[in-house]
């Protein structure tokens, strides 16, 4: 398990990264989880995030081609390895399992007036 | 899409300059894209904002290059090389270094935060426009036996003058229109004391934004008001305020526009701001009765002076035909009696720290303690110096042995030096930054205590960064000089063979230094607890009534029913009686008014109230002849002096039955009235102890002249005061069920009058406590230094038979010297300090009777020193002598 578990920008980043498929490179994903999570990240937290990912093996890059958009530098490509699915995975079996025990009673929301 | 577009290029450069070069394609490449993407979506400025805050957010670890040495020159190697044994030697004496570092890191918090509050405090009232032309006219009103000072002025006076005088470009006047008035929105009600009358050019002559609505015309109704920032958000929430209506004791009120909340460093403040021009008393001029703050703007190069000259010509024009007209005396005679009007501007600038005059709009802060503060912020940082020295000396019989070596080697002194001196550097150097952090964190609570929005942030300018760089630097320099050269200039031979040399100079420096730390901590021991003693004197002090136990219910004339009221108050168990008054003491207002013996010209101006013929009871002033006001009596016409009154009227000697006649003026306009005196009451303080008692005359509750009845005093018995307090709001709430009830305590309404000194007196403790913790320090340090020394001597002399008792207070002598030399260098010092600070009171505690404090202070030193030096005295006197004389 050590070494595994996600932290939750982690999650989100694999996760971003799956739902862009080919297309995940660092100006994608930083929109994508801006525009999914309601939140505002910069692109060097993104970029701490992508390279302790990719030292634990969860994900792989690769660079790609460029564009005029870009000042003739090329792109690079994010992809989430089998250790990072296998990871991803995990998670969502642990909160699964943890939602499945929890009784609808006390998920309705309580207000103190 | 490129072209003439592109990122902001310094913030390129810098990327490039900093980002790994094997990440800088990616992530410049993403940064670029995402720039164009930014400025197609948003706009370039936008775009090239988001992409400065992308830049600024990479300096990351994973980011961020490792830096590369770029000089590799001999200078550079010598440094890096003097740095790293700095860094070792620092953290081989981990004690030493957690002290040096730890006492300059407080000191240099302690002076920082003192900085910025004398900052704050000095810049006050300096964001109007033209301020430093700007002046208020204040007014010393001489009268037969005294001289007040006022703030407020009659309110024609400024406009007159600026008609009059070209010298005067513009004027402007605030009314203070409302103290606990309620204000009531969609059926909820507060109690507001913020409230003022301006004119329309009140925001353009003070500089204040308006957020909302229409500056060239903020009044656009005859009950238009401006509300704050604040005000809004408490009334309307989301909501616009703009043309809503405020029920208020003042009358309904339109919301016209908003503007910003008063900024802190203004001698006023305000919530609410209605049109001066629309209240009913100000459609007549008036030279005489000061009702307003007058505010003048002057030319470009009229001096202040010119201007107090030419407001005599309106007082002789304008103010003496109202004066004759109200007090039927020539105004020859009333200046030959005595009187007078001697009007003066303030520069705006100057109020907050150097105006105390009646009538302010809130107690001002003082420049004796700005001088103090910026004296104790400097004499922190020099004591936090000498520790340095001081330690730095007292390291030398650790280090002698490094230099001999180092020198056998083939150091030069140079090189010895400076490596002494990046030593002291990094530590100051490190000191300043754990200095700042101890600032930010100890900054919001200093914010709240003393209401104040002071920012570190504010400052954060390259200057002040640099100004503390360089401030860092030269501390590090200065301090570390003097060690430096002792510690270099030891001759090798003679370190190796295990002396030390002492010298003389050096003897006298080391003391001088520790004589000069505790001088100043004497001082400050001794200052602190004089203002103590002068606090406590306050406290103490008989007012002349009684403090305890009195309960004050304050806008008693939202009661319809007093007289009701009041029984129903005095049948609530615990309550033995309740007294009715226009003005508490301390914090009342007493208007004056003009009397004189019946028969007589000359009339003099007496502080005005309204008992009746309960309060002199309930408040345990003393009758000093006559009697009080009863319901026996029919006592409309009566009328009750203080013994000051009776002085000032040349009536002391037969005061009752004697007839005085209250001049017709502005607290009763129809004419005369002739009343008789029927008591004495003992002099009480019934203003704050910064000012002496001045003549008061007293009108019973029938007389129409008096004024209204403002508070109502409840002596209770002891221990009662929270159910008493409980019952009495209950029976408000069934008679005046719309009137805020406002209650407090006689004795904590009187503290709060010295709260300003109440405040520093703990400023001044902690400053205090911080300054003696520094000194010991340095004598902790100095002792090492001293007792090291004489460690053969000690050997010696207990082989030779001497006791450990007897050792130890040979080692004490010398330093008890030195404390006896500062107490003596600090108590003139202290006496002179003291008495300026103590001169701010009319009530003060003698010189004499501070001995106590300098006893206190000057044992307190000794017992302090002593307990810092015996730590060293005990362990070298219980040391096995042998050990000690082995060495050699």
């Known amino acids: 398990m050590k070494g595994t578990n996600l932290g939750e920008f982690e999650e989100l980043a694999l996760l971003t990264i799956l739902v862009l498929g080919d297309n995940a490179y660092g100006v994608t994903i930083k929109q994508e989880i801006n525009k999914q999570g309601g939140r505002q990240i910069s692109r060097g937290a993104l970029h701490t995030a992508l390279s302790r990912l990719e030292d634990k093996g969860l994900l792989s890059s690769k660079q790609g081609e460029t564009n005029e958009a870009r000042g003739g530098r090329p792109k690079r490509y994010y992809e989430v390895t089998n250790k990072g699915k296998e990871a991803l995975i995990e998670a969502k079996a642990t909160r699964d399992r943890l939602w499945n025990q929890i009784p609808d009673v006390r998920l309705e929301l309580q207000y103190a007036w | ?888």
């Not at chain 2, 005396?329 to 303030?346: K, W």
């Not at chain 2, 919001?444 to 960064?465: M, R």
């Not at chain 2, 406290?539 to 806008?555: A, I, P």
């Not at chain 2, 340095?778 to 004489?790: C, E, K, V």
Request: net charge neutral.
């Open chain 2, 1 to 888: 899409m490129p072209g003439k577009i592109s990122p902001p290029s310094f913030y390129v450069r810098l990327f490039r300059w900093l980002c790994k070069e094997q990440l800088f394609d990616e992530l410049q490449g993403d940064l670029e894209e995402e720039f164009y993407y930014n400025v197609e979506q948003l706009g370039k400025r936008k775009a090239s904002v988001i992409y400065k805050q992308e830049v600024l957010k990479m300096i990351r670890p994973s980011v961020l290059k490792r830096l590369k040495l770029i000089d590799n020159s001999i200078f550079y190697d010598m440094f890096k090389i003097n740095t790293k044994l700095a860094l070792r030697n620092l953290l081989k004496n981990k004690l030493y270094t957690a002290i040096n570092i730890g006492g300059l890191a407080v000191s240099i918090a302690v002076c920082g935060i003192l900085l910025l509050y004398v900052n704050s405090e000095t810049n006050f009232d300096n964001y109007h426009p033209d301020y430093e032309r700007t002046y208020r006219l204040a007014l010393d009103r001489i009268y037969p036996d005294h001289t007040s000072h006022y703030a407020i002025t009659p309110y024609s006076m400024a406009e007159q003058a600026t008609r009059d005088f070209p010298e005067i470009e513009e004027f402007t006047r605030i009314f203070p229109a409302g103290f606990g008035t309620n204000v009531t929105y969609n059926n909820e009600t507060f109690l507001e004391n913020d409230i003022i009358a301006g004119e329309a050019n009140f925001l353009d002559f003070f500089g204040i934004k308006l957020l909302q609505g229409n500056r060239q015309n903020i009044f656009n109704t005859a009950n238009s008001v401006l509300i704050s920032e604040r005000m809004a958000l408490k009334y309307f929430g989301t909501e616009s305020p703009i043309g809503k209506i405020l029920q208020t004791d003042i009358g309904d009120l339109e919301v016209s526009g908003v503007v910003e909340n008063t900024p802190k460093n203004t001698h006023f403040k305000f919530d609410f701001l209605v049109n001066l021009e629309g209240l009913p008393f100000f459609q007549q001029p008036n030279y005489v009765n000061f009702s307003v703050y007058n505010y003048l703007k002057l030319s470009e190069g009229v001096a202040p002076a010119t201007v107090n000259q030419k407001m005599k010509e309106v007082v002789e024009k304008y103010a003496a035909g109202q004066i004759e007209r109200e007090q039927r005396i020539s105004f020859e005679d009333y200046t030959a009696s005595g009187n007078g009007y001697r009007y003066f501007l303030q520069p705006i600038e100057d109020i907050h720290l150097k105006s105390h005059l009646e009538g302010e709009f809130e107690p001002n802060g003082n420049i004796t303690y700005i001088y103090i503060f910026f004296s104790i912020a400097v004499f922190i940082v020099i004591l936090a110096a000498i520790n340095f020295i001081n330690l730095a000396t007292a390291r030398s019989t650790e280090r002698a042995k490094e230099v001999g070596i180092r020198k056998v080697l083939g150091s030069e002194k140079k090189q010895l030096v400076s490596q002494f001196i990046i030593e002291s550097v990094v530590v100051s150097i490190v000191s300043m930054l754990i200095g700042i952090l101890l600032i930010y964190l100890a900054l919001p609570p200093f914010n709240t205590y003393l209401d104040k929005e002071i920012s570190l942030l504010t400052f954060a300018s390259p200057l002040n960064i640099g100004l503390a760089l360089v401030a860092s630097f030269g501390l590090g320099i200065l301090a570390g000089t003097y060690p430096a050269f002792v510690l270099s200039s030891f001759k090798p031979v003679v370190v190796l063979k295990g002396k030390l040399i002492k010298s003389q100079q050096g003897y006298w420096i080391r003391n001088g230094l520790v004589v000069f730390q505790f001088f100043v901590s004497i001082v400050l021991i001794c200052s602190t607890l004089i203002v103590g003693q002068q606090m406590q004197y306050l406290q103490k002090r008989n007012l002349g009534f009684d403090r305890e136990n009195v309960l004050v219910l304050s806008r008693a004339f939202g009661i319809p029913d007093l007289t009701t009221f009041k029984n129903e108050l005095e049948a609530i168990p615990g309550v033995s009686k309740v007294g009715l008054t226009s003005a508490m003491p301390g914090t009342g207002f007493y208007y004056g008014a003009s009397f004189r013996p019946a028969g007589t010209n000359e009339s003099i101006a007496l502080n005005c109230a309204v008992f009746d013929e309960d309060y002199i009871e309930t408040m345990g002033i003393k009758l000093a002849k006559g009697r009080g006001f009863s319901k026996d009596f029919q006592d409309t016409l009566a009328l009750i002096l203080n013994e000051s009154a009776t002085r000032a009227l040349g009536i002391e000697h037969s005061p009752i039955g004697q007839r005085i006649v209250n001049v017709q003026g502005a607290n009763n306009p129809q004419g005369d009235i002739t009343y008789e005196v029927v008591g004495v009451i003992s002099d009480y303080n019934y203003k704050s102890l910064h000012t002496e008692i001045t003549p008061m005359a007293i009108f019973s509750r029938e007389s129409s002249q008096g004024g209204n009845i403002g508070a109502i005093a409840l002596k209770t018995s002891t221990n009662q005061g929270a159910t008493i307090v409980a019952q009495v709001e209950k029976l408000w709430q069934e008679i005046a069920p719309n009137q805020t009830f406002v209650y407090s305590f006689l004795d904590s309404d009187l503290s709060a009058l010295y709260e300003a000194e109440q405040r520093s007196g703990d400023m001044f403790m902690v400053f205090t406590g911080i300054a003696i913790w520094i000194a010991c320090i340095g004598l902790f340090g100095l002792a090492t230094f001293m007792i090291g020394n004489r460690i053969k001597e000690i050997g010696v002399r207990k082989v030779l038979g001497a006791s450990s008792q007897v050792v130890v207070w040979l080692l004490l002598k010398d330093f008890n010297k030195l404390i006896a030399i500062s107490l003596l260098l600090a108590i003139p010092a202290s006496v002179w300090v003291m008495g300026q600070w103590l001169g701010s009171f009319a009530y003060r505690i003698e010189m004499l009777d501070t001995w106590v404090s300098f006893v206190i202070g000057g044992t307190l030193a000794l017992v302090v020193a002593w307990l810092t030096v015996s730590y060293h005295s005990i362990r070298a006197v219980v040391a096995n002598p042998v050990k000690n004389l082995r060495t050699e």
